[in-house]
């Protein structure tokens, strides 16, 4: 099956920004949920943000309201993350998933197409 491609990790000091892509190589998004998970150092893996592609109806985890934001761009088929105000709670792989479902949800089993995670790391 069609995986996704995600990418746009790095090292960043406290404060600092990123912002990760998520491309679908051969799969147009339309009906699709897409939505970033992360797993920490001895931590479970964790919802972060989603995005509905046709209405482009948004979720985010509490932690990181206010310094997240999730977005698409329909001409490049492509979904972001930008990450600002990084802490080092933030540390993980991070790793965009998509379901073809208009319906988003928080757990990471109901994902059918993954990337293989890019690294964020926060210093300090």
């Known amino acids: 099956q069609v995986q996704l491609v995600d990418s746009g990790g790095g090292l960043v000091q406290t404060g600092g920004s990123l912002r990760l892509s998520c491309a679908a190589p051969?799969?147009?998004?339309?009906?699709?949920?897409i939505a970033w998970f992360r797993q920490g150092p001895g931590k479970v893996r964790e919802f972060v943000a989603a995005?509905?592609?046709?209405?482009?109806?948004?979720f985010y985890r509490d932690s990181v309201k206010g310094r997240f934001t999730i977005s698409r761009d329909t001409a490049k088929n492509m979904v972001y993350v930008q990450m600002d105000s990084l802490e080092p709670e933030d540390r993980a792989v991070y790793y965009c998933?998509?379901?073809?479902?208009?319906?988003?949800?928080?757990?990471?089993?109901?994902?059918?197409?993954w990337g293989e995670g890019t690294q964020v790391t926060v210093s300090s």
């Open positions: 998933a998509g379901r073809s479902s208009v319906v988003v949800f928080r757990t990471d089993t109901e994902y059918q197409y």
């Open positions: 051969g799969r147009h998004l339309r009906d699709h949920a």
């Open positions: 995005l509905t592609w046709t209405v482009g109806l948004v």
